[in-house]
């Protein structure tokens, strides 16, 4: 197992265009993070899945962003009709849960950096 | 809700010294677990350290130990034996350990480590 893949690395492109981040987790995790990190700061939580099913989604995830994760494995994050204040890394995390979590740790990936033009 | 402090955006330590990274928090929980994050540049944020609260022992990882003072809600991480391969940015985060809280992790805004020969 090779950890955390996120693809593409960098996306640059144009105001109001749509987006779409994957991540693969490591194969026997079954929760799956994605958080945004911007310039200067720390990365900010966005949603998490537990298999497939989304159980959270942070205020910062507006309409225009949707994630999924259809069986439980690969998960996607689209943003739609892009703006400037999108640009940022977008982190996939992944993790194995049993009961109550205890202090299992989050394996990160490389992330992808979106600028938006 | 809970809030992670770093107040030092940038340190610098010569190699083979000592360099130590400050972070305080905010929370009414009495449970909880507190990590350190290495985030090389370009690379994926990977755990150094992590420290259960009910733990009165400090954690140490090799080089890397904590000073954890739970009264004064403090965190911070020592670096002994600096090396070049240290250099890049840390982040302390936050989990709770209340159950069915999603497991997610709030950051720190980061220090950035310079090491110098």
């Known amino acids: 197992d090779t950890g955390v893949s996120q693809d593409p690395r960098h996306k640059i492109t144009k105001r109001g265009q749509n987006v779409t981040f994957r991540c693969d987790p490591i194969?026997?995790?079954?929760?799956l993070y994605w958080y945004r990190q911007t310039l200067g700061q720390g990365p900010e939580f966005l949603t998490y899945?537990?298999?497939?099913?989304?159980?959270?989604k942070s205020r910062l995830l507006s309409d225009r962003f949707s994630a999924e994760r259809p069986k439980g494995s690969f998960s996607t994050l689209e943003i739609q009709r892009t703006e400037q204040g999108d640009s940022a890394m977008y982190l996939c995390a992944s993790t194995q849960i049993q009961g109550a979590g205890g202090a299992n740790v989050l394996t990160f990936g490389a992330g992808s950096r979106l600028t938006v033009l | 809700a809970q809030t992670v402090t770093q107040s030092q955006p940038e340190m610098s330590v010569q190699e083979a010294e000592t360099v130590t990274l400050s972070c305080t928090y905010d929370?009414?929980?009495?449970?909880?677990?507190l990590f350190w994050y290495k985030q090389p540049p370009s690379r994926q944020m990977i755990l150094v350290i992590r420290q259960e609260a009910y733990k009165q022992q400090n954690a140490t990882e090799n080089r890397f130990s904590v000073n954890f003072q739970k009264a004064a809600k403090s965190f911070s991480l020592k670096i002994s034996d600096s090396q070049l391969g240290d250099a890049a940015m840390y982040f302390c985060a936050y989990r709770s350990a209340s159950f069915g809280t999603a497991s997610k992790l709030t950051f720190g805004t980061g220090t950035r480590l310079q090491v110098t020969l």
């Open positions: 929370t009414s929980e009495s449970d909880y677990y």
């Open positions: 899945f537990q298999n497939e099913a989304q159980l959270e």
């Open positions: 194969s026997e995790h079954n929760r």
